[in-house]
């Protein structure tokens, strides 16, 4: 039965299989449009959002932990004192959400009947900070030391080897906040997922509030007056950032290989990685000649697919299926969400090209550190 | 108002004792006006406005998260200036110092404090930021103080990265090496990124590895006792700085937007 | 907003006394020496930029020779991958039927040191997965290009002299360049 469990887990965590559900999910989940949200509704997915819902997400949660904390190979992973964190944000993030997606629905519910949400109170009809809100702070703070001082009495800090500049521990992985960052890294070259990727999540995230013009949902939690917005907003969060660190903690072994979390870690796990460039794969596989020695002549089919995606895309989606958002928020913000949009569901599409057609860059100028 | 003086509690006497007069004005507050100019005449609480609506003191719409955030800033602050008393910085004796610090300091549990207490704030960070986006409260007027919190999250986890090479143990190095190999490939600055090539006068370029982007974070070409400095120096003064300093405008601004938000 | 629109009540005022007094100098030297304030501020803050930037960059470093001596070509053993001066000097040492080269155990992707695995004869980052063959070029994972290797030469007690300061890149042709290995 456990055994059973262990091996349906470990073929679902495979990222092409875990990535494509939760990819397919979070519409479901978030439904950004009323065809997503019929299949909501007829499925019950908004349940989740219940009393139920969080007692049977957070068990859920529990009895994987539990499993894994008594299997051999899983145990390794789970206990590793810096992984702690990881367990904290995961049964965090799933509470806070259900915290929030709860309220919204409330809230929903009563803009839908005329009335105000529930956080509405008379403005003349304050409360004093002294000691209203003083006392919760002070409460707050000192329950949060408590729980410090006992986590940091319980879990020892680690500390590895010394530091040896021959040896790279295997696999050796960055801080669990990064680690959504360097499985970027395994698909896009070090200045994209270095530089121009962090960079756009940070001018991204900063661009949010001038790109999102919807004017409800100020100041409560609601959900359907602007479902797009948390939509993308979530598949970014919740697929993108969250699951990769999830990923990069526990489904990634020696070699950085893939390894379901109850899997053995095994180092010797041989996996034919084999990646092919776009370059080779039209000159040499379809064209059946070689590469070009021009280097422009060679990735020619690569910058014109970037090219495409990245300018051709956006001005079609601009005269038909965004001619309406286009018109409401006007070329600069159009544009911007294009660019940070486009730019963030750039890595699932590398993802399936590097799982699916071992393709391992789209433009590839090694010569001038130029890959995309 | 004329009590007797024996009726009076101690807390009343001292509530009206010239030393606690000097300190908070109004005395002990206790009625509606003595308690707003507590929060009003206090440098530290007056970052709160003295009187709020009803749904902002309630836990389940703002979940403390910012204010948790704030607080293990400051835990942060005083067990860092702490470590420093034991910690130096240099290859020699960063590991072994650390190693005292577990073994050789009465109750030492500072190093665990200030580790388990940076992962938590990088937690209460994304959490509080999860809070204001599912609020709609980066919506007009606060876009700007949006923007200043994302800078700010960004300076948490550039302040964890930068503390994460102190013990200098494999973690360390390694996780700081990959790290700074991201800034090799920095377009145009960075020896190893796209345009690097481009700057160059003739056959020299200009952009090496000596003189990269990297170079300047690294202090050296590798890994080792400039990169330790200067993390060191990065991690316990310039970062923190500069966090104080959007700190205080993020502060400033909630007040300045009309307070934290709610439903008009 | 529609601010732009509005003329400031000043600037009318100050151009209608001008055009009173029919005197433009004031104007003109005003912006004369907003002109020169400009310049000494950009200078200014310029100039600290660069020193500031400048401090970033010490002159002498403090790091291990680059130029060292590895032994004698008969000490390194046909079609094998000497891991003796990884630790010491960050290089292997590789033999194969013709000749010798030194291999920076540098990952072209984001610089962590990969293993070298006997049995699968493959170099393997664990960083992120990049593998090299023993030629040290790439196959496989994210890596973009193959591994540098190090200029070597016979120094004259008729040891093998690598030389790190000197590197070889393949994508641009430079392993062709005799410096970069030797023939045995």
Not at chain 1, 43 to 71: A, N, Q
Not at chain 1, 194 to 217: L, R, S
Not at chain 1, 234 to 258: A, C, D, E, K
Not at chain 2, 16 to 25: A, N
């Amino acid at each position: 039965m456990i055994d059973t469990f262990k091996s349906v887990i470990d073929a679902l965590s495979t990222p092409t299989v875990s990535f494509t559900l939760l990819s397919i999910f979070t519409p479901l989940v978030f439904p950004p449009t009323d065809w997503f949200d019929k299949i909501n509704r007829k499925f019950g997915i908004w349940r989740l959002w219940t009393k139920p819902g969080l007692y049977t997400g957070m068990g859920f949660i529990t009895f994987f932990f539990v499993v894994g904390y008594f299997d051999p190979n899983f145990n390794i992973t789970l206990t590793k004192p810096d992984n702690f964190p990881i367990i904290l944000m995961i049964y965090s993030m799933f509470f806070f959400l259900w915290l929030g997606m709860s309220k919204a629905y409330v809230n929903d519910e009563r803009i839908d009947k005329g009335l105000k949400p529930v956080e509405y109170n008379d403005p003349d009809d304050k409360v004093l900070v002294w000691p209203d809100l003083v006392y919760i702070e002070f409460i707050s703070l000192i329950l949060f030391m408590v729980f410090l001082i006992v986590w940091s009495i319980l879990v020892a800090a680690p500390l590895e080897e010394p530091a040896n500049p021959a040896t790279t521990p295997n696999p050796s992985k960055a801080p669990w906040y990064f680690l959504g960052l360097q499985e970027m890294l395994v698909y896009f070259d070090p200045w994209l997922a270095g530089i121009v990727f962090p960079m756009f999540i940070i001018f991204g995230m900063m661009a949010i509030p001038y790109m999102d013009t919807n004017p409800k949902g100020d100041g409560y939690y609601s959900f359907k007056e602007r479902r797009i917005g948390i939509f993308i907003f979530m598949y970014g969060w919740l697929i993108l950032w969250l699951f990769l660190i999830v990923i990069g903690t526990f489904f990634r072994g020696p070699n950085w290989n893939f390894f379901g979390p109850f899997e053995y870690w095994d180092p010797h796990k041989v996996v034919p990685l084999n990646n092919v460039n776009l370059s080779e794969y039209f000159w040499v596989k379809m064209l059946n000649t070689g590469l070009p020695s021009n280097i422009m002549l060679r990735e020619s089919l690569g910058f014109i697919t970037v090219f495409a995606y990245m300018f051709m895309f956006p001005i079609f989606l601009a005269k038909t299926w965004f001619k309406d958002l286009f018109a409401k928020i006007g070329p600069v913000r159009y544009t911007s969400l294009m660019l940070f949009g486009l730019s963030m569901f750039s890595l699932p599409i590398k993802m399936y090209l590097r799982w699916f057609f071992n393709l391992k860059y789209i433009i590839a100028i090694p010569e001038w550190f130029f890959n995309i | 108002m004329a009590k007797n003086d024996k009726q009076k509690s101690l807390l009343e006497r001292l509530g009206e004792s010239q030393v606690w007069k000097s300190i908070i004005r109004s005395g002990v507050p206790k009625t509606r006006r003595q308690r707003m100019h507590a929060i009003l005449g206090s440098v530290f609480l007056h970052l709160h406005p003295a009187r709020l609506p009803k749904h902002a003191v309630k836990v389940g719409y703002t979940w403390c998260m910012g204010g948790l955030s704030f607080f293990l800033f400051i835990v942060l602050t005083i067990t860092g200036i702490l470590l420093m008393f034991y910690y130096r910085p240099t290859v020699e004796y960063a590991y072994t110092d650390i190693i005292d610090l577990t073994e050789q300091v009465p109750l030492g549990i500072m190093r665990e404090l200030h580790r388990w207490g940076a992962h938590a704030m990088v937690l209460t960070v994304w959490l509080h930021m999860l809070r204001v986006f599912m609020t709609g409260s980066y919506k007009p007027p606060r876009e700007f103080n949006w923007g200043v919190g994302v800078l700010l999250m960004t300076l948490t986890l550039f302040l964890s990265f930068t503390g994460y090479l102190l013990p200098w143990d494999q973690l360390a190095i390694w996780a700081v090496t990959v790290g700074t190999n991201m800034a090799r490939a920095h377009p145009f600055i960075g020896h190893e990124g796209p345009g690097a090539s481009l700057l160059a006068i003739g056959d020299i370029n200009l952009v090496h590895m000596g003189s990269d982007v990297r170079f300047a974070l690294l202090g050296g070409r590798f890994v080792g006792e400039a990169t330790l400095l200067r993390f060191y120096v990065l991690h316990c003064i310039a970062v923190p700085f500069i966090a104080m300093i959007f700190m205080a405008v993020h502060f400033w601004r909630i007040r300045k937007d009309g307070g934290i938000s709610g439903p008009l | 907003m529609s601010d732009e629109k509005i003329t400031p009540a000043a600037s009318v005022g100050e151009s209608k006394t001008q055009s009173v007094n029919g005197n433009n100098t004031g104007r003109r030297g005003f912006f004369k020496w907003l002109t020169l304030g400009w310049i000494a501020f950009g200078a200014a803050t310029g100039g600290f930029f660069t020193v500031m930037i400048r401090f970033l960059f010490p002159n002498v470093l403090f790091e291990p020779p680059q130029t060292f001596k590895i032994g004698f070509p008969e000490n390194f053993a046909r079609n094998a991958v000497d891991l003796r001066y990884k630790k010491s000097y960050n290089v292997w040492v590789v033999r194969d039927e013709e000749s010798i080269f030194a291999l920076s155990t540098v990952c072209t992707h984001l610089g962590c040191t990969p293993n070298w695995l006997q049995t699968e004869e493959k170099f393997k980052c664990p960083c992120h997965g990049s593998g090299f063959r023993m030629t040290g070029i790439n196959f496989e994972g994210p890596a973009p290009r193959p591994l540098e290797r190090y200029k070597v030469s016979i120094s004259n007690d008729g040891q093998i002299l690598v030389d790190k300061t000197k590197s070889f890149k393949w994508e641009k042709g430079e392993w062709e360049n005799p410096e970069s290995f030797l023939t045995v």
